[in-house]
């Protein structure tokens, strides 16, 4: 797997078997709300909602409401 030989810090993946086997494999995994919500933390984008209703809306992302009220909660949304 690229990512234990690069010694990745992350390995972004949202797919649940992705997510399963990454963590089997020890490695840190993150998601793209992950990555969303450290964009809002430091300040490269200025809210995390609108960027969570594009990706549901108009790409049709799948994401957990309970996922995105601990997001949108993280950030003080």
Known sequence: MLALE???DYL???EK??????KKEGLNII???GILVQAKTVG???LLKP????LTSKIE???HQRLIQAAL???GE
């Open 6 to 8: 690069e010694k990745a």
């Open 12 to 14: 972004l993946v949202d």
């Open 17 to 22: 078997k992705g997510r399963d086997i990454a």
């Open 31 to 33: 998601g793209l709300l």
């Open 44 to 46: 490269l984008i200025p």
């Open 51 to 54: 960027e969570i209703e594009i």
């Open 61 to 63: 992302f799948r994401l």
């Open 73 to 75: 909660a993280a950030v």
